[in-house]
């Protein structure tokens, strides 16, 4: 394996893998250390990473990770992750970075409310942005299977938006 | 088939795309790239980190050793060596991320202690005995105090903040570790917040004593609250004054969670006796009365002649009254 090829993944990946092991519900420093985990894993892994599925191969071995994480604590995912040790940025205002932990507190909270499956898939779709033939990859399911699911989780996550007053459901733009 | 348009592009209301938009744009800490590569990057590097581990520890009379030994563990013999290990077989890929996490900790305390040593002269020359340790530090962000090496994992920074703790009966790591006196109170005994980074300084002067003038070691110096030198900086301010307008609002746990963030931030803390405070305050309106009672003590204590006294007495007289009734 060439370091450099592993040192240019995790250029590339980390941080994408650390925003994931964030949204499925890892604390900050928990995340950094799984994200790290996932790029030795594909350090070593890294010749048997087909072109194109990069992300996906991520995905799988941070979602493997996070679980690990959850079975060894003997804790639920669902169970709210304590965020302490999360350091303030501050380069920015910290009224502003204040709205937008409480955003992203808001939005795991929301996440957490749905299935696993339903969440990967909308994790995947409308935050990091994967097209739905890399979702498919990544969860190991049928492309339509991807497009199901991510209906049924934009319309699971404005019932719960809704629930606490973020958002008034509205069907016309779930498909 | 077609691609669904995204939300964040097309979201069915501004809350939700300020929801995905936070998520999206959450930025992971700049050292997670820095400690992933170097621990992804090369074993030269990690042999690097065994060695000069290795050499520092001899060149310093063994001071991260006896450090070790008088800390909760021996990390810096680990440290050292699995360096040496990492030099003769890291190949092992299957070994690499436990040899690199443990070679990590051994380039950061071998570069500390390695550089105090060369720079031994320089400091002793210059060096000005009470105040050294807050003449050092600088007056911006440091990372928290569990958090000396950002490049490492958690469990490899704490090793790290072991191997650099001077030796017992250091009287600059006497004061240092008393520094902050909220450590006692808010951060776990072996972290000690602050004050690491102090030890870390202060780790070639206990060296220096010992190696180059044969000193007899002084008696540990009574403890002397020092505000530490220069003004606060904007962020700073900044801070505090958002825990200022959070304890406003009534928010008293988020305040109290602020200043923590300002605590682990910022070594030395300059606006401590705003911070206390503003702690004792949080705290009072969290109920914690025992919170309360031990952040108005600090700040009569240590600190008589700020302005935060009145109010710090008037709760400790307040408390106390109603403990004898």
Do not use: C
Not at chain 1, 38 to 66: C, D, K, P, W
Not at chain 1, 72 to 86: I, Q, S, T
Not at chain 1, 101 to 111: E, H, K, Q, S, T
Not at chain 2, 89 to 106: S, Y
């Amino acid at each position: 394996m060439s370091s450099d090829r592993a040192a240019d993944f995790a250029r590339a990946h980390v941080e994408f893998a650390w925003r994931v092991a964030r949204r499925l519900g890892l604390a900050p420093a928990d995340a950094e250390d799984v994200a790290q985990r996932a790029m030795f894993v594909a350090a070593r892994r890294i010749e048997t990473v087909a072109a194109g599925s990069e992300r996906a191969f991520v995905f799988r071995t941070v979602a493997n990770l996070v679980s690990k994480v959850y079975r060894a604590r003997r804790r639920k995912p669902e169970e709210p992750e304590e965020a302490a040790g999360e350091l303030v940025d501050l380069e920015h205002d910290p009224e502003m970075l204040l709205e937008q932990r409480r955003a992203r507190d808001a939005l795991d909270a929301i996440l957490q409310g749905l299935s696993s499956d339903l969440r990967a898939a909308f994790v995947l779709f409308e935050i990091e942005g994967l097209s739905q033939p890399e979702i498919a990859s990544a969860l190991g399911i049928p492309t339509g299977t991807v497009a199901s699911r991510l209906r049924r989780a934009r319309e699971e996550f404005l019932r719960i938006a809704a629930r606490r007053g973020l958002a008034a459901p509205s069907t016309k733009r779930l498909r | 088939m077609t691609e669904l348009k995204r939300w964040l592009d097309d979201a069915p209301s501004d809350d939700i795309r300020d929801l995905l938009a936070a998520a999206r744009n959450e930025d992971a800490p700049a050292r997670l790239l820095r400690r992933t590569l170097l621990a992804l990057g090369t074993t030269s590097a990690t042999a690097a980190a065994g060695a000069s581990g290795a050499s520092a520890a001899s060149g310093a009379s063994a001071a991260s050793g006896a450090s070790a030994a008088s800390g909760a563990t021996s990390v810096t013999a680990a440290a050292g060596a699995s360096g040496a290990s990492a030099a003769s077989g890291a190949a092992k890929l299957g070994m690499l991320g436990i040899v690199l996490k443990w070679g990590g900790a051994g380039l950061v305390s071998g570069t500390l202690v390695g550089g105090a040593v060369a720079g031994v002269t320089r400091i002793a020359t210059r060096h000005d005995t009470s105040r050294a340790p807050t003449h050092g530090a600088p007056a911006r962000p440091v990372p928290h105090a569990t958090n000396p090496s950002p490049e490492l994992p958690r469990s490899g920074r704490a090793a790290t903040a072991g191997a650099v703790t001077p030796a017992n009966g250091s009287t600059e790591a006497a004061k240092a570790s008393n520094a902050s006196p909220l450590t006692g109170s808010s951060a776990p005994a072996t972290t000690g917040t602050p004050p690491t980074t102090h030890s870390a300084r202060s780790t070639p002067l206990a060296a220096t004593d010992r190696n180059t003038t044969a000193a007899p070691p002084a008696p540990p110096a009574p403890f002397v609250p020092v505000l530490p030198p220069g003004p606060a900086t904007a962020p700073e301010v900044a801070l505090v004054d958002a825990a200022r307008t959070t304890l406003r609002r009534g928010e008293g746990e988020r305040t109290l969670r602020l200043l923590s963030d300002y605590e682990h931030r910022f070594v030395p803390v300059h606006l401590e006796p705003e911070v206390l405070y503003l702690r004792m305050q949080a705290a009072k309106l969290q109920g914690d009365r025992a919170g309360a009672r031990r952040a108005a003590t600090q700040i009569v204590t240590q600190f008589p002649q700020s302005p935060e006294v009145g109010r710090a007495e008037e709760l400790l007289n307040t408390n106390g009254d109603t403990a004898k009734k």
